[in-house]
């Protein structure tokens, strides 16, 4: 009986020593509550780092745009004659284009220019502008007349293509009676065969 419980208690001392000997891993778990105020945290610097940089951007937009309005006002001069609705300003930033001879049809490099003048009154959607159709020396005066009409008409109809309104534009022809060049050579001529863009103010 003694030596029964002898071995009993010598087999529980090795069962003893071999689970002392088995430590448990001990397993840290973060808190999900620490986790999560982490992630919002970083969310809200992320909102908060996105919302200046579109402050910025707004603010530097504004800047561009004051800018812009101030060069263009300050690039306005008044013609000598009146246009057809009111007086006639002159704007460098309003680029001509010009025109085969005998034609009226936009051609390809004068689209990109078009493209400009158009950016540039959608930015100003209360300007108003007056298109002049013009000619070279040759031809009649009524013949170059009806072309410096559709020279101004097919300019108009592009701007209006690319957003331009079209009561905002008025067109007016001159033929050849106003050369840009008095010249009498093609050089002169290829300038005076254009549509010139003023601006009109009532």
Same mark, same amino acid.
């Given at each position: 009986?003694?030596?029964?419980?002898?071995?009993?208690?010598?087999?529980?001392?090795?069962?003893?020593?071999?689970?002392?000997?088995?430590?448990?891993?001990?397993?840290?778990?973060?808190?999900?509550?620490? +986790?999560?105020? /982490?992630? @919002?945290?970083?969310? $809200?610097?992320? &909102?908060?780092? %996105?919302? !200046? *940089?579109?402050? +910025?951007?707004? /603010?530097? @937009?504004?800047?561009? $745009?004051?800018? &812009?309005?101030? %060069?263009? !006002? *300050?690039?306005?001069?008044?013609?000598?004659?009146?246009?057809?609705?009111?007086?006639?300003?002159?704007?460098?930033?309003? *680029?001509?284009?010009?025109?085969?001879?005998?034609?009226?049809?936009?051609?390809?490099?004068?689209?990109?220019?078009?493209?400009?003048?158009?950016?540039?009154?959608?930015?100003?959607?209360?300007?108003?502008?007056?298109?002049?159709?013009?000619?070279?020396?040759?031809?009649?005066?009524?013949?170059?007349?009806?072309?410096?009409?559709?020279?101004?008409?097919?300019?108009?109809?592009?701007?209006?293509?690319?957003?331009?309104?079209?009561?905002?534009?008025?067109?007016?022809?001159?033929?050849?009676?106003?050369?840009?060049?008095?010249?009498?050579?093609?050089?002169?001529?290829?300038?005076?065969?254009?549509?010139?863009?003023?601006?009109?103010?009532?």
């Amino acid at each position: 009986m003694f030596k029964k419980s002898l071995s009993i208690l010598i087999l529980f001392l090795c069962l003893g020593l071999i689970m002392a000997g088995c430590p448990k891993k001990t397993v840290v778990k973060e808190e999900p509550s620490v +986790k999560k105020g /982490e992630e @919002a945290a970083e969310r $809200e610097k992320a &909102a908060k780092l %996105e919302a !200046e *940089k579109a402050a +910025k951007e707004r /603010e530097l @937009a504004k800047m561009k $745009e004051e800018e &812009a309005r101030k %060069e263009f !006002e *300050k690039g306005l001069v008044a013609k000598k004659e009146p246009g057809i609705e009111g007086e006639v300003f002159e704007s460098k930033l309003l *680029k001509d284009i010009h025109f085969d001879f005998d034609k009226y049809d936009i051609r390809p490099g004068d689209t990109e220019i078009l493209k400009e003048n158009a950016a540039l009154l959608m930015k100003y959607p209360k300007v108003k502008i007056q298109i002049e159709g013009h000619c070279d020396e040759r031809g009649t005066v009524e013949y170059n007349l009806a072309l410096g009409e559709r020279r101004a008409n097919s300019t108009k109809k592009y701007l209006i293509s690319l957003g331009v309104k079209a009561d905002r534009i008025s067109t007016i022809s001159y033929g050849k009676e106003r050369p840009l060049d008095p010249g009498h050579n093609e050089e002169a001529w290829a300038k005076n065969r254009r549509a010139h863009e003023v601006i009109l103010s009532k």
